[in-house]
């Protein structure tokens, strides 16, 4: 794995596992592929012959996933995305055609989320996880499906959800009520879709490290420790384990396969979600909490 938590770049994939050429031929855009989860597997997708578009709100972080993919003779492209807005999905799918001709998969990988005690959250907090992870997802999701049943041409969704989708979770309720919609919303047009040839599915990740995210939901080395410990599997899933299962679901390997969500998880959700354990924590812990966030905030840079 790379230092930033990635899968290794594109040209480096194990051929036990897939041939090299199952994507070819196929376009690929990722939401949220500038970092994380969503890098990986731009990065994946595109060491398997695909062509890829990734988008997301920082400039930076696309040129850098698309410079690893270009450099190692990938074809990749970016455009800054703010996929709370309507407008901007269906300018990034055009996008996405005016430079390949074609969309083949849609990951809607973008989201947000952050610790909280629901009594204490904000409206713009509430607001701004729902828009990114409900909203954006549903305008992504629509777009596509927009070009490709006017083009009479087949699809495939694919959208990260989490296990607290139908479980519920304390302390992400934003990211948890979103989600949930996001499953819906899969299951909801597999059926509504599947005379046109559109496949929806999704995958439920536990906990699987990535910069940024991990420090804003893993509060601390001690809830850390605790967290695997509540894994039946004792560890933390991998991004190359994640990116293992999105690669069979956008592929003609699950060709028969729709409205499904796959958990990859290591029987997490069996035993209760990770965030449940926050409940006994004192008011100085979530203080502590929502001081950090708010000076985060205050220090992050325009996007």
């Keep these: 794995m790379a230092d930033d938590g990635t899968v290794p770049l594109p040209g480096v994939v194990d051929p036990l596992r897939f041939p090299g050429d199952l994507l070819r031929g196929k376009v690929v855009l990722v939401t949220g592929g500038g970092s994380g989860l969503g890098r990986s597997m731009a990065y994946r997708f595109a060491a398997l012959g695909a062509k890829v578009m990734v988008g997301s709100r920082k400039e930076e972080n696309l040129r850098t996933t698309c410079g690893s993919i270009t450099a190692r003779g990938g074809d990749a492209r970016w455009k800054v995305t703010d996929v709370k807005n309507a407008s901007a999905c269906r300018a990034l799918v055009d996008e996405t ?15 947000g989320n952050f610790l909280a005690r629901t009594e204490r959250l904000s409206e713009n907090g509430y607001r701004s996880i729902v828009a990114t992870v409900l909203d954006g997802t549903f305008f992504m999701t629509q777009a596509a499906g927009q070009r490709w049943i006017e083009g009479n041409a087949p699809g495939n969704v694919l959208s990260i959800v989490a296990t607290y989708a139908w479980t519920g979770a304390a302390h992400v309720v934003p990211s948890a009520c979103a989600k949930a919609g996001v499953l819906a919303l899969t299951r909801s047009l597999a059926v509504e879709w599947a005379k046109h040839g559109i496949r929806l599915n999704a995958i439920a990740p536990g906990p699987v490290p990535t910069p940024g995210a991990w420090e804003r939901l893993i509060a601390g080395s001690a809830f850390e420790s605790a967290a695997k410990e509540h894994i039946p599997l004792g560890r933390f899933g991998t991004h190359a384990e994640l990116c293992d299962l999105a690669t069979v679901l956008v592929s003609d390997l699950s060709s028969y396969i729709t409205g499904q969500v796959v958990a990859m998880d290591g029987g997490e959700w069996l035993v209760g979600n990770t965030f449940q354990q926050l409940r006994t924590m004192p008011p100085e812990f979530w203080e502590s909490m929502e001081e950090a966030r708010r000076s985060a905030s205050r220090n992050r840079p325009s996007a």
């Design 97 to 111: 055609y005016s430079a390949f001709g074609r969309l083949d998969i849609l990951v809607n990988n973008s989201a």
